[in-house]
């Protein structure tokens, strides 16, 4: 077990769990934690990795579940957020569906998450957005409409959002910045999931960075600032170990940089505290 002596709730902000493919919520929150890690915020997966395509609300349900049973038997805390994957509509205009009823069916679906945050079992909408592979400029018309109306549904409750994306560079974010100003969602609420160390503001345009936890992007990122989430998307698949990064590597990448010296306690605090009560208006 590693030390965590002055208990900084080091936070996980995009990891995922999967007791059908992977290790489960219990193994993987005792592993974060004996790691050092405090607090995991789990989005669903989508619905195909538990052989229920399309049965958006059940993923949600499933996630849910997750976040209770690690909250009644671990030292862990987390936090469900709720929403429909973009793959998840590109997948149904796959299986013979329209882009008009596919997006009726995700619309309903984020209307389903929006009230799970209304109902306190979740504290936010996610993972939603655009694909991170290409597709024809019907789909991303489609895409773009599904982003804005989750946006909408935020906006109306006041809370955070997911973004999942394409790999993303300034100009990017520049373009989400539009998207959120364009429907009036308040950008320090919208998070862009898998991010670079993008931490200044003429980088960020003011969305949030959720930084992807390699060495070079968080002492990218901490030499910039400690305006930033980090994350790890971790999988919990077993048929991809480790993938994208284990669930050891926030809380170990978080109290190796403070013993080098590349974060002060400080820095730990309010990239793990601060921020994340801010983002999700939770105490931790």
């Known amino acids: 077990m590693i030390a965590n002596p002055n208990e900084i709730p080091i936070t996980d902000n995009h990891i995922h769990i999967d007791h059908f493919n992977g290790e489960g919520p219990l193994k993987v929150a005792k592993l974060f934690h004996n790691s050092g890690g405090r607090?995991?915020?789990?989005?669903?997966?989508?619905?195909?990795?538990?052989?229920?395509?399309?049965?958006?609300?059940?993923?949600?349900?499933?996630?849910?579940?997750?976040?209770?049973?690690?909250?009644?038997?671990?030292?862990?805390?987390?936090f469900a957020i709720c929403g429909v994957h973009p793959a998840e509509f590109s997948k149904l205009i796959k299986s013979g569906k329209s882009y008009d009823e596919s997006y009726e069916l995700?619309?309903?679906?984020?209307?389903?998450?929006?009230?799970?945050?209304?109902?306190?079992?979740?504290?936010?909408?996610?993972?939603?957005?655009?694909?991170?592979?290409?597709?024809?400029?019907?789909?991303?018309?489609?895409?773009?409409?599904?982003?804005?109306?989750?946006?909408?549904l935020a906006k109306d409750i006041d809370c955070p959002v997911q973004l999942h994306s394409e790999?993303?560079?300034?100009?990017?974010?520049?373009?989400?910045?539009?998207?959120?100003?364009?429907?009036?969602?308040?950008?320090?609420?919208?998070?862009?999931h898998f991010s670079g160390?993008?931490?200044?503001?003429?980088?960020?345009?003011?969305?949030?960075?959720?930084?992807?936890?390699?060495?070079?992007?968080?002492?990218?990122?901490?030499?910039k600032g400690t305006n930033f989430l980090m994350e790890t998307d971790y999988l919990d698949d077993l048929s991809r170990p480790g993938a994208v990064l284990g669930p050891k590597t926030v809380p170990k990448r978080t109290l190796d940089f403070i013993k080098k010296g590349i974060f002060t306690e400080e820095d730990a605090f309010k990239i793990h505290k601060e921020n994340i009560e801010n983002i999700y208006e939770i105490d931790l």
């Not at 619309?107 to 939603?128: M, P, Q």
């Not at 373009?175 to 609420?189: C, P, Q």
């Not at 931490?199 to 949030?208: A, K, R």
């Open 197 to 223: 160390p993008y931490i200044t503001l003429d980088e960020n345009f003011g969305i949030v960075p959720s930084v992807m936890s390699s060495k070079k992007n968080i002492e990218i990122a901490i030499s």
């Open 106 to 152: 995700v619309k309903n679906s984020l209307n389903y998450a929006k009230k799970l945050v209304e109902d306190k079992k979740a504290v936010a909408i996610g993972e939603v957005g655009r694909p991170h592979y290409s597709v024809s400029s019907d789909e991303l018309k489609y895409q773009n409409k599904i982003l804005k109306y989750a946006l909408r």
């Open 39 to 78: 607090v995991m915020m789990i989005p669903n997966k989508p619905s195909w990795t538990f052989k229920k395509p399309f049965e958006f609300n059940e993923a949600m349900d499933l996630v849910i579940s997750y976040v209770n049973q690690i909250n009644q038997n671990t030292n862990v805390k987390s």
């Open 167 to 192: 790999t993303a560079n300034e100009s990017t974010f520049k373009e989400f910045a539009s998207i959120a100003n364009e429907v009036g969602f308040n950008k320090s609420k919208l998070i862009k």
